[in-house]
């Protein structure tokens, strides 16, 4: 009898364990997800220059096979030993045995679709147990809108400039702009730059940014026409704290945009030398 219930209670444990075990394993199926998309939707992009795609692979149980097949393009990523494939995938090395893996879709695109149209991915991965999942990534290249190529006498020009006062002598080098300064603060050496009568009609303080996006003679116009009068601009000269400073005038001859690069300051017997060092765009 008690023999009996043994064998009872062995038998209930081993089906509660083959039972639990086929949970556990019936929960470890290969799932494929898109990461940040819907992998139901038509993926767009432009050709040559398509954007970053990238699916992920959950396989707890292991990769054994990984597919991919787009037109006569098939490969196992768990089974092939050509680098070029991984290198099309974002990878450096197989994926066989790996349980997670992301692909980016990304390279495979930009170097193997050369026309526009719609193109799709076949996907299949396959676990050590022989459960699978598929999917499928499709994707839509269009050719990039025609970009108007710049003239080149659209394009700013671009020329050094320095400008040198010693004392309370002309500005050096800035007289064909038709500014000047004089200095209004001793410690910092903070000179004050305004116009000269019949010189600059406008004189205008601008950020940094301003200089490295202005490309075109066209922006600089308008970015010079619509900004608002700031004369006289204050600017410390000594130790190099003028530097990255940007300011613009306009005069008869059209309008200038300056960066200053560097600023020094001496003493000498005439005076303070203050010189300025930079480009300027016209």
């Given amino acids: 009898m008690r023999l009996s219930y043994w064998f009872r209670s062995a038998a209930l444990l081993i089906a509660l364990s083959l039972v639990g075990e086929a949970q556990a394993t019936g929960q470890q199926i290969p799932e494929i997800t898109a990461q940040g998309f819907d992998l139901t939707e038509m993926q767009q992009g432009e050709l040559g220059n398509f ?6 692979f959950e396989v707890p149980n292991h990769i054994k096979e990984l597919r991919i097949k787009e037109r006569s393009y098939e490969v196992d990523l768990a089974r092939t030993s050509d680098t070029a494939n991984f290198e099309l995938f974002g990878l450096s090395t197989t994926v066989r045995q790996l349980s997670d893996l992301t692909l980016n879709f990304e390279t495979y695109i930009n170097r193997k679709l050369e026309t526009k149209g719609d193109y799709a991915f076949e996907l299949q991965v396959t676990d050590r147990e022989g459960r699978s999942a598929a999917a499928q990534l499709r994707v839509h290249v269009a050719v990039a809108p025609a970009r108007e190529k710049q003239s080149s006498h659209d394009l700013v020009e671009t020329a050094p400039f320095r400008f040198t006062r010693i004392g309370a002598s002309d500005v050096s080098g800035a007289d064909d702009f038709g500014i000047t300064w004089r200095t209004i603060e001793s410690n910092t050496v903070i000179i004050e730059i305004s116009r000269q009568p019949s010189g600059a009609s406008k004189l205008i303080k601008m950020a940094l940014s301003d200089y490295e996006e202005i490309s075109t003679k066209e922006q600089l116009s308008q970015k010079t ?3 608002s009068e700031s004369s006289p ?9 003028a530097a990255d400073s940007v300011f613009a005038l306009i005069n008869q001859t059209g309008p200038y945009l300056f960066k200053i690069t560097g600023s020094s300051t001496s003493l000498s017997e005439l005076g303070t030398t203050v010189t300025l060092t930079g480009e300027y765009k016209h």
Avoid at 51 to 56: D, H, I
Avoid at 234 to 239: I, Y
């Fill in 225 to 227: 026409a619509t900004s």
């Fill in 51 to 56: 954007g970053r795609l990238r699916v992920r």
């Fill in 233 to 241: 601009l204050h600017l410390p000269t000594a130790n190099g704290q």
